[in-house]
């Protein structure tokens, strides 16, 4: 029997895999790799399917905390938002999720390594990459992709051994992790479609609004108001269950999967989007336009790469190093008011604060300049324009 590590999600489609590939003679071993997007019970949960289903043995791995140093705070640091809306959820967690899986093989010498991603997205390729360079020669098995199931045949296949899957469950694809939850299903399979209320991982709930104070220190978040925790994940993880009745950080995303295709999801990440415009906001106060230039055109190619599974290039790391020198400033308070459905950031508090520097008011006054120096300034900044047009007046 071949040894087989299955990234295992306690999902549809990596049950599925489970009972299939046992079928098929193969020796699984399933591990969940936790990126900040299962409770204890849950994994309980997992455990007892993926072992009941046939797996050989069952492994859970908690790597929140690596995911957020290696990762998430480059994107906070970027403010990167894919298309300008989507945070990156799955396709920042999948990468570790991957490199997860291909160290543990190595690890318990398996042959191979398997996933239940489809033949239709991104994930195949994120898998498939990390796996290609673990620096071992595994063997890769994709049975959904290879035998093009849809979820209905998946539900079917279980209940016909003895697993009925939840309707619900059924219906949605849903995928949740630190920085957000996915949500894909017939709708989102279509341009027009909003999802079902129902069909969002919380229910909005709160009805009046609420002032937040975000902190930041050196770029990352902190925590929010007087309230101190262990570290930004934990102040992610706590940002995200009070502002997530709200219903705040919901949006469905159109975009182009690596494959060439245009793909539709569902997402809700309030802790995500909060983190990222307050800490925008900041930036636009403490840093320099040239900084806030490069930043942004830097930001979208890290985020392009991430996206595209290309997280291991080494030029990634020299981007990193760019995003982190630019965050020394990026201290302060980000005051915002939570209103069901929407949220609005009403200032900055920092002594960092390059508006407060005392050298002038935009549109009122100034301290550090006089009108003569401005139209001195002025003429000199026209003296290329001016160039131009002589040269263009004797043709």
């Not at 071993?29 to 849950?42: I, K, N, P, Q, R």
């Not at 290039?313 to 201290?331: I, K």
Request: proline fraction near 3%; include cysteine; charge should be negative.
């Amino acid at each position: 029997m071949k040894k087989i590590v299955l990234a295992y999600s306690g999902g549809l489609d990596t049950s599925f895999c489970v009972k299939y590939l046992t079928e098929q003679g193969y020796e699984i071993h399933a591990l969940t790799v936790d990126t900040g997007g299962f409770s204890a019970e849950e994994i309980k949960e997992m455990e007892a399917r993926a072992l009941r289903l046939g797996a050989a043995s069952y492994k859970s791995v908690d790597v929140t905390g690596e995911y957020y140093d290696e990762c998430l705070r480059y994107l906070v640091y970027g403010n990167c938002l894919r298309y300008q809306t989507y945070p990156m959820s799955v396709s920042a967690e999948r990468m570790f999720q991957a490199m997860t899986t291909a160290r543990y093989a190595v690890e318990i010498g398996a042959d191979g390594v398997a996933h239940g991603s489809t033949g239709a997205g991104n994930d195949q390729v994120r898998f498939d990459l990390a796996f290609e360079l673990s620096g071992k020669e595994l063997e890769i098995i994709t049975p959904i992709r290879d035998l093009k199931l849809s979820r209905q045949e998946e539900v079917d296949f279980l209940a016909k051994h003895g697993l009925q899957w939840p309707e619900k469950k059924g219906t949605y694809s849903i995928n949740a992790g630190l920085w957000g939850t996915s949500v894909g299903g017939a709708e989102t399979l279509t341009s027009n479609k909003p999802l079902p209320e129902d069909a969002w991982p919380v229910q909005v709930t709160e009805t009046e609004a609420r002032k937040l104070d975000l902190h930041f220190t050196e770029g990352q978040f902190t925590g929010f108001d007087d309230q101190e925790f262990d570290g930004p994940v934990a102040a992610i993880k706590a940002l995200e269950k009070l502002a997530a009745p709200f219903g705040i950080g919901r949006d469905v995303h159109v975009g182009d999967t690596i494959i060439g295709i245009k793909g539709r999801v569902g997402f809700a990440a309030a802790a995500a989007v909060l983190i990222i415009k307050g800490h925008h906001l900041l930036e636009k106060h403490t840093l320099g336009k040239w900084q806030l230039f490069w930043k942004e055109q830097l930001s979208n190619w890290y985020g392009m790469m991430l996206h595209e599974g290309q997280f291991l290039d080494p030029v990634m790391r020299d981007v990193e190093a760019f995003l982190e020198s630019s965050q020394t400033t990026v201290n302060g308070t980000v005051h915002v008011t939570l209103h069901p459905h929407r949220f609005q950031l009403d200032g900055i508090t920092s002594n960092d604060d390059l508006l407060g520097a005392g050298f002038g008011s935009y549109g009122e006054m100034n301290k550090g300049w006089s009108g003569e120096d401005v139209r001195g300034f002025t003429k000199i900044m026209s003296v290329p324009g001016r160039i131009r047009n002589a040269v263009q007046d004797k043709k």
